[in-house]
């Protein structure tokens, strides 16, 4: 057993390859630039949206409150009208500034970090073999960045291939991570 107070560094590290890892998975590598999708009437969407006046939030059009609701005419009317939409609506401000995002970004790499410790530290003994630290913190890794991905896909309608590529994200996180558990582990 390794007390996670010892894997201090491996937890920053891998936190700090996975923020770098990030920034050149979307600054550089653009594969994520066709997860979302333009609106062609953007200014007229844009402009039926703001009488609303809507308070930052998740949303979804046409909304029913109940079961029942769901299974009324006018709901079904709705529905068949189109479209329906899941939307988040964020303050003006909030894409004004990357400087919180990235900031609870790196936060959630070191909770990612010390989650990745815990159970590494409580299934491996000092002096383990790096293959089998690296195998380990990359799997529970991987659990972390990407499985509960597919939640997205499944229930919100997320494009699949955004879903893919997210977890492909998740899959490089692991590496990164895998290999500075197993570099750093302590004899």
């Not at 500034?97 to 909770?111: D, I, P």
């Not at 630290?133 to 494009?159: D, K, N, Q």
Request: with cysteine; aromatic share 14%.
């Amino acid at each position: 057993m390794v007390p996670i107070l010892a894997l201090w560094l491996p937890i920053l590290l891998a936190a700090v390859l996975v923020f770098f890892g990030s920034s050149i998975i979307h600054m550089v590598l653009g594969y994520h630039k066709s997860d979302y999708s333009k609106v062609d009437a953007e200014d007229e969407v844009l402009d039926a949206l703001q009488p609303a006046n809507l308070a930052p939030g998740d949303y979804f059009i046409p909304h029913a409150d109940s079961a029942d609701a769901m299974k009324s005419e006018a709901y079904q009317a709705k529905l068949k009208k189109g479209p329906a939409a899941f939307m988040t609506v964020a303050d003006p401000g909030a894409f004004s500034s990357m400087g919180r995002s990235l900031g609870q970004w790196f936060v959630y790499c070191v909770v990612i970090g010390v989650i990745v410790a815990y159970v590494t530290g409580r299934m491996l003994a000092p002096g383990a073999e790096y293959l089998t630290v690296f195998r380990l913190a990359g799997t529970v890794t991987f659990c972390c960045y990407a499985l509960g991905e597919p939640i997205h896909s499944i229930w919100f309608h997320r494009s699949w291939s955004t879903t893919f590529k997210t977890m492909f994200d998740g899959l490089i996180y692991a590496v990164l991570t895998g290999g500075a558990f197993g570099w750093l582990w302590p004899e």
